[in-house]
C-alpha cells in the first residue's frame, strides 16, 4: 500500500494544545468496524458499550521526565531526550541511555555534559541508529529521583503549549516510569469510571509499553511495507495473559487501550489465539492486511496523517471506514492527537 492512502487534511486548529478539565468529559467517536456506521458520545458513556466478561487491557507505563536543559563541558547549550535504558537490551549498564540530542552537530562522541548545578554530568559513548547518541551519565543517588528534579515532560513536537500539570500527561493507573511519551488512549480514564467498570463484571488487565518517540516518526518510505518500525520494550504479565486467555475461551471481548497495547497483546499471541506472558522488545508494524489474533475492539485516540498509528487503526476497521470517520470527526470538530478526543472501534 502507499503511503498517501492514509493522508489527510486536519486544520490546525484542532490539534489539542491542552488537555480539556475533565479526562472522562472527553468526546467518544463509536465505530462499527463491521457496518462502518458511527455515533457520537462522551467517555464516561463508556460501560455502555461493554458486557460483562469483556475485559480491557491497560498501559501502566508512565512518562519520564526526559528531556533534559544543560550544556556543553566545552560551551553552549545542549539538550536531551531519554529514550531507553540500554540496559534492557544489549548493554548491561545501568547508566547508559539510547538518547535525542539537540545541537546535533556539536554533540558528538566524547561530548561532556552537565545538568542543574553539576549533580548531574554525562559523556556521548557512541552514536545510535537515527542519529541518536548513546550517553553515560553520572550522578548521586537514585536516576529517576535526579530526573524528576532536572528534567521536563517531552510533549509531543505538534504541542506547542506549556504544561501547567505534568500529572495530565500521564493515566491514572500509570506505575511504571519508562516511557519518553504517553500511552494516550488512556489518558480519558478516571479512577471512578475504572471502578464502574470493574463493578459492572467487566476485567481490567495491565501490561508495560514504554513508549519511545519513534511513535512521532512520520513514514518516509512511499510504500508502507519498506517502513522499519522502531523496537519498543515491553511486559505481557503472567496474570494478564491468563485473565485475556480466559476471557476469549468464555466467549467475551478483549479491547485494547491504545496502539501500545494492541502492539504488545499481538506480538505475543500465537496462531492459535493464546496469549502469552512476556517480557522484551517487539518492532511488529501493523497494516491492512494484518490478519489480528487477539484483539476484538480498541480503544484510541486521533492520529497523525500517514503515521503508522493510523495505519494499525485501519487495518483492524477497514481503511475506508478510518477515513470516513477521520472526516466526519474533522467535520464534528472532535479534538485530534495526544490531548483530543476518543474513538471506540468494536
Known amino acids: 500500500m502507499n503511503r498517501s492512502d492514509f493522508s489527510f487534511d486536519l486544520p490546525a486548529e484542532l490539534i489539542a494544545q491542552t488537555p480539556i478539565k475533565s479526562r472522562e468529559q472527553s468526546r ?8 462502518g456506521n458511527t455515533s457520537h458520545r462522551r467517555f464516561f458513556e463508556l460501560t455502555g458499550f461493554l458486557s460483562e466478561n469483556d475485559c480491557i487491557v491497560l498501559n501502566d507505563s508512565r512518562v519520564m521526565a526526559a528531556r533534559l536543559l544543560g550544556r556543553r563541558e566545552s560551551g553552549g547549550a545542549a539538550e536531551v531526550v531519554l529514550l531507553r535504558r540500554m540496559e534492557l537490551s544489549e548493554v548491561h549498564d545501568d547508566d547508559i541511555w539510547e538518547c535525542l540530542v539537540r545541537p546535533g552537530n556539536k554533540i ?68 511504571v516510569s519508562g516511557s519518553a511519551a504517553a500511552p494516550t488512549a488512556g489518558l480519558h480514564f478516571t479512577h471512578e469510571l475504572l ?41 505481557i504479565p503472567e496474570k494478564t495473559a491468563e485473565t485475556v486467555n480466559r476471557v476469549k475461551a468464555g466467549g467475551g471481548r478483549v479491547i485494547a487501550v491504545g496502539t501500545t497495547s494492541c502492539r504488545a497483546l499481538e506480538a505475543c499471541t500465537g496462531e492459535s489465539g493464546i496469549v502469552s506472558a512476556f517480557s522484551g522488545f517487539t518492532d511488529i508494524f501493523i497494516y491492512p492486511g494484518y490478519k489480528f489474533k487477539c484483539i476484538d475492539g480498541l ?34 470538530r472532535y479534538r485530534f492527537y495526544s490531548f483530543g478526543d476518543a474513538m471506540l472501534i468494536l
Open 28 to 35: 467518544l467517536l463509536h465505530l462499527d468496524r463491521c457496518t
Open 108 to 175: 558528538k562522541t566524547g561530548t561532556r555534559l552537565r545538568f542543574g548545578d553539576d549533580e548531574l554530568t554525562a559523556i556521548v559513548t557512541s552514536g545510535a541508529d537515527g542519529g541518536n547518541r548513546l550517553i553515560k551519565f553520572e550522578y548521586t543517588g537514585v536516576f529517576l529521583q535526579v530526573l524528576e528534579r532536572l528534567g521536563k515532560m517531552p510533549l509531543p513536537p505538534y504541542i506547542h503549549e506549556e504544561l501547567r500539570d505534568n500529572e495530565r500527561y500521564q493515566t491514572v493507573y500509570s506505575r
Open 195 to 235: 471502578g464502574e467498570l470493574e463493578k459492572s463484571g467487566v476485567r481490567l488487565c495491565y501490561m508495560t509499553l514504554h513508549v519511545g518517540l519513534g511513535t512521532f516518526r512520520p513514514v518516509k518510505a512511499d510504500v508502507i511495507e519498506e517502513h522499519k518500525m522502531h523496537a519498543e520494550y515491553f511486559i
Open 299 to 332: 480503544i484510541t485516540n486521533f492520529h497523525l496523517p500517514e503515521s503508522t498509528l493510523i495505519m494499525l487503526v485501519s487495518a483492524f476497521a477497514g481503511r475506508e471506514n478510518v477515513m470516513r470517520a477521520y472526516d466526519e470527526a474533522i467535520h464534528e
